[in-house]
Nanobody, 123 residues
């Protein structure tokens, strides 16, 4: 079992910055792709950014040039640096991880979500 714990959300003024963190814990697993999603009230959960195990990144167009996703494999942590925030960025941000698991000599794959962290942007 893998647990993902997010932190770093909060209230910020428009134009400000926040840095989200998501730390993975558990045993017998390797993290592959890690992603950040966000969900505003009354909307679906949308992909914001991804980072693969080799460090390659992808972003939704609306955050390109403002958000940066990064990871520290030794700490099993993914970050989302968010700059130039606007009220449209306000949402609950969720961390997601694709993992390879090892158990009793067998490899498997699984997908996990964090509990979410609230980002509020005041205008």
């Amino acid at each position: 079992q893998v647990q993902l714990v997010e932190s770093g959300g909060g209230l910020v003024q428009a134009g400000g910055s926040l840095r989200l963190s998501c730390a993975a814990s558990g045993s017998n697993f390797r993290i592959n792709t890690m992603s950040w999603y966000r969900q505003a009230p009354g909307t679906q959960r949308d992909l914001v950014a991804t980072i693969s195990s080799d460090g390659s990144t992808n972003y939704v167009d609306s955050v390109k040039g403002r958000f940066t996703i990064s990871r520290d494999n030794a700490k099993k942590t993914v970050y989302l640096q968010m700059n130039s925030l606007t009220p449209e960025d306000a949402a609950v941000y969720y961390c997601n991880a694709d993992v390879t698991t090892f158990f009793l000599g067998q490899f498997g794959s699984d997908n996990y979500w964090g509990q979410g962290t609230q980002v509020t942007v005041s205008s």
